[in-house]
């Protein structure tokens, strides 16, 4: 079975499903926050590579897939919390799945395949691996407070707007939820929950570049590598125009 691709998005924007549309070595998948519209009648024809995913909210209530990113304030159920319902629960098939959410970077789909034939069996890739081995809420990151009462020490964090989980992973967070009722701050559990279980952790260099506010120089991209945040989308095709335009001796002006 192919690894897989899951966008994460609020509302879907054309420029990513033009840009997944090309994706050949992964299962595709978007999932979708907004349940205002049926976008899979809108654009499943358009893009027969790509399931649009909406779930019901109460869907996830009902099941405990909560609280992936209401400790930043954040509602109690998004994407996040969709993903984690959908892969642990539905789609239990892939060996791997990338999550990459909408305001994050990549040039194309080799990076992907690049990293996924350097790290085969990691359960987890992320952009580094800190760790709180004592669960004193005051050494380093502002958000261990956030994961007090979720679960014991040694607690470990990582930036994840890109990343990449295993199907034992799946299966350790589905044991979580079972037992608590909930998830939480993925930003801590994805790499507390791999780490407390002995699953291999790696982080490529590929996703160093995955920050929480740098501003990125559009004109600088190493290309190779995974960005976020670039939260402007046209910017995203400026970016990979720019790439094909100099090897054809041309020079792009950045979108204003």
Excluded at 76 to 84: F, G, L, P, R, T
Excluded at 207 to 223: A, G, P, Q, R, Y
Excluded at 234 to 247: A, G, K, N, P
Aim: contains cysteine; negative net charge.
């Amino acid at each position: 079975m192919k690894n897989a691709v899951c966008l994460l998005t609020k509302t879907p924007n054309v420029i990513w499903f033009d840009f997944l549309k090309g994706f050949t070595n992964y299962d595709i998948y978007v999932i979708i926050d907004d349940n205002s519209i049926d976008y899979g009648r809108i654009f499943s024809f358009l893009y027969k590579n790509i399931k649009i995913i909406q779930i019901d909210n109460q869907i996830c209530y009902d099941h405990g897939y909560k609280n992936c990113n209401s400790a930043v304030g954040f509602p109690e159920v998004i994407s996040w919390d969709k993903a984690m319902y959908l892969f642990c629960e539905i789609m239990c098939i892939h060996e791997h799945i990338w999550l990459i959410e909408d305001d994050v970077f990549l040039n194309n789909e080799r990076v992907l395949t690049t990293i996924d034939n350097n790290y085969p069996s990691s359960d987890l890739l992320t952009a580094f691996h800190e760790t709180n081995v004592t669960g004193d809420v005051r050494t380093g990151w502002n958000h261990w407070v956030n994961v007090i009462d979720r679960i014991e020490p040694p607690w470990s964090h990582s930036m994840v707007c890109a990343c990449r989980i295993s199907r034992p992973l799946f299966e350790k967070i589905k044991e979580y939820n079972k037992q608590k009722g909930h998830l939480f701050f993925i930003e801590a559990m994805f790499n507390t929950i791999a780490h407390q279980n002995g699953l291999q952790i790696d982080n490529p260099h590929q996703l160093s570049t995955i920050h929480w506010n740098t501003e990125w120089d559009v004109k600088k991209i190493d290309i190779d590598k995974l960005y976020h945040p670039i939260k402007r989308i046209i910017e995203h095709t400026y970016i990979r125009e720019s790439v094909s335009s100099q090897s054809d001796g041309l020079c792009l002006v950045p979108p204003s």
